[in-house]
Every structure is written in structure tokens, then in C-alpha cells.
């Protein structure tokens, strides 16, 4: 779903778009509520979590390691 250019990977503008889409009534992307560094942390964090061979995107096997 957050794969938007159908690479099979997520990369931090994906995962960023990810944390500042709502899925609420509308459908409209919200803007985020955190300037440009807190988010850069937010997409670090989550690479942090999910990109175990440090390549910097998440892959398919490295999402389902987490699941």
C-alpha cells in the first residue's frame, strides 16, 4: 500500500508520506504537525526499526520480520 512507486521497497519519502496520510473521511493528506527535523527523526527512527541490512529502504522480507 505505501510501496507508491512500485519498486517493492519502502524508502524514507514513502514511509514519511506514510506517517502524514489520513485515512479519515475525506481521504485528504494532512499537513504534518512537526517541522522538517522532527520528521527526518520520525523516518530514521522507522529505518532504525525495519532496515536491518542498513540499505537504507525497507524491503518485503524486512517488513515481514516485523509482522
Do not use: C, W
Amino acid at each position: 500500500m505505501h510501496d507508491l512507486n512500485k519498486d517493492n521497497l519502502i524508502d524514507g519519502i514513502e514511509i514519511l508520506k506514510a506517517l502524514t496520510h489520513d485515512h479519515g473521511d475525506h481521504g485528504d493528506l494532512r499537513q504534518p504537525e512537526t517541522d522538517e527535523g522532527e520528521a527526518e527523526r520520525l523516518v530514521d527512527a522507522v529505518l532504525d526499526d525495519l532496515d536491518f541490512n542498513g540499505d537504507g529502504v525497507i524491503d518485503y522480507s524486512e517488513y515481514l520480520k516485523r509482522q
